[in-house]
């Protein structure tokens, strides 16, 4: 099962960034969200698609429909600058599998 | 709060095993499933395998299947990810990783800090 997420975002400081997953039929799976930061391990900022851990801010969300998920970042800081993986467990194979990653800059 | 500690660095020649550990704190090691995720330099996330506590059984990724092995030590709370016949593109900083430890049943929720693990000649 492959996902595909764009190698890079761009967006200005309190825009709305959106980090695009895609996948075959990924509706029908849960999608999880990490946020890596330069030198630090990754940290999951939204589970099952929509669902938020405590401690992220509400400025994190999800949505997952059809082919693609989506990693929505409003009021975006210059602390938001990272690189941000969507995951999938494909459990026709048993496989974790990660998108290649984004690279959201914030300029 | 559950917390993962990792071993140490590591340099390894080509052909050489190692073996990464990682200590669970906070939580009981049964109530979890601990999976290991590498990141080569410069490169995205891979997954590797792990156990899976509610299959009470070890799933691994295909080109990793017979080269490593995850097992885990139930009185001490350790998971153990083992590699055999290192070769030069294992160099990657290896995390392990729960699954289980909050709401979602398939999220890797908490990360160790990583262990960085170079193969060299």
């Known amino acids: 099962y492959v996902l595909t997420q764009p190698p890079s975002v761009s967006v200005a400081p309190g825009m709305t960034a959106r980090i695009t997953c895609g996948g075959n039929k990924i509706g029908s799976r849960r999608v999880h969200w990490y946020q890596q930061k330069s030198g630090q391990a990754p940290v999951v900022v939204v589970q099952?698609?929509?669902d938020r851990p405590s401690g992220i801010p509400d400025r994190f969300s999800g949505s997952n429909s059809g082919n693609t998920a989506t990693l929505i970042i409003t009021s975006v800081e210059v602390a938001d600058e990272a690189d941000y993986y969507c995951?999938?467990?494909?459990?026709?194979?048993?496989?974790?599998?990660f998108g290649g990653g984004t690279k959201l800059s914030v300029l | 709060q559950v917390h993962l500690l990792q071993s140490g660095a590591e340099v390894k020649k080509p052909g050489a095993s190692v073996r990464v550990s990682c200590k669970v704190s906070?939580?009981?090691?049964?109530?979890?499933?601990v999976h290991w995720v590498r990141q080569a330099p410069g490169k995205g996330l891979e997954w590797m395998g792990g156990f899976d506590r509610e299959e009470e059984d070890t799933f691994y990724a295909q080109k990793f299947k017979g080269r490593v092995t995850v097992t885990e030590d139930t009185i001490t709370d350790t998971s153990y990810l083992q590699i055999r016949n290192m070769r030069f593109e294992d160099t990657a900083v290896y995390y392990c990783v729960t699954v289980g430890a909050l709401r979602s049943l398939e999220a890797f929720d908490i990360w160790g800090q990583g262990t960085r693990v170079s193969v060299s000649p």
């Open positions: 906070g939580y009981s090691l049964k109530e979890l499933s």
């Open positions: 995951q999938v467990w494909d459990n026709s194979s048993e496989d974790r599998v």
């Open positions: 099952d698609d929509d």
